[in-house]
């Protein structure tokens, strides 16, 4: 993706170098993959990982230790402050073409773990939005994880792709979406609130599916590739199949491969907001 020359964001909090030292809140094994499933790219989920993540901590020994970044480091940090910037240009203009004002977001840029307005997060919850707060939290060390456990192809657009799947949630949050379809959760049943879930998500995709195209100026080839071999990666298909060897359909709260893919591919095709209603087409 080209993105060298843009303009950096102002809302863009860089916190990675600076972990807690001792033992480690979550680190891996089935905990660990446990958060990882619950929370993949649906960070308001978060909250309900609180009263695990703080018995974990209790006890344990904390302190605050920091290093230097790597020459890479900075660079990835570099390009996803330029991708939030494009972020906010564009949802700005979508907004202000549509009669609204669009509210920025912040975006957190951490290393192992993290607290937010949704409760504490390591960097087994993968990347996610705190509507609390209206801020994006990533650990960059998750797309490693993401390629080599998951099988996805990795690459700087698919950093793209999740970042922007996020900012989607933030979307959601200012109009007044997420907020309803919580509401409607609480009145149904575990299944049916599934289904909700799974439709918030794949409007999320479809939201960074739109950011894409109106972007196709920084594109570069194999870039949509890696935003859907990205996609493809966080089905709940696909990760029911490689954690436990079978599928349950009525335990999805993100939606298939299939799924994911289709509403980021909507977006980019259609570039129209109004085509984005996953609840319609999916709740039938």
Not at 15 to 41: A, D, E, P, Q
Not at 70 to 79: L, M
Not at 238 to 267: D, L, P, Y
């Amino acid at each position: 993706m080209k993105w060298k020359g843009y303009r950096k964001s102002d809302n863009v909090e860089d916190r990675r170098g600076m972990s807690t030292g001792g033992k480690t809140l979550v680190g891996g094994g089935i905990l660990g993959i446990i958060i990882l499933l619950v929370n993949l790219f649906g960070g308001e989920n978060a909250q309900q990982l609180t009263p695990i993540l703080e018995q974990i901590q209790q006890g344990q020994p904390q302190q605050t230790e920091q290093r230097e970044l790597t020459a890479e480091e900075i660079e990835i940090g570099d390009f996803v402050n330029a991708n939030f910037a494009i972020m906010e240009d564009t949802w700005g203009k979508i907004f202000e073409e549509n009669g609204m004002t669009y509210e920025k977001p912040k975006m957190v840029l951490f290393t192992d773990q993290v607290q937010t307005a949704c409760g504490g997060a390591t960097s087994a919850s993968g990347p996610f939005y705190c509507p609390g707060d209206k801020k994006v939290y990533m650990d960059m060390a998750f797309f490693e994880e993401l390629r080599t456990r998951f099988g996805a192809k990795g690459g700087d657009f698919a950093i793209a792709y999740v970042m922007a799947h996020e900012v989607g949630h933030h979307v959601q949050t200012l109009l007044g979406t997420s907020a309803k379809v919580r509401q409607l959760q609480s009145n149904r049943s575990e299944t049916e609130a599934n289904k909700l879930s799974v439709c918030l998500e794949l409007q999320a995709d479809f939201y960074a599916g739109l950011w894409a195209y109106h972007n196709k100026q920084f594109l570069e080839e194999g870039d949509i590739e890696e935003a859907l071999s990205a996609a493809n990666a966080v089905g709940d298909d696909a990760i029911q199949t490689k954690m436990q060897g079978q599928v349950n359909q009525e335990s999805f709260t993100h939606g298939s491969s299939e799924q994911r893919m289709k509403w980021f591919m909507r977006g980019y095709k259609t570039g129209d907001i109004r085509q984005g209603d996953t609840f319609a087409e999916e709740m039938r």
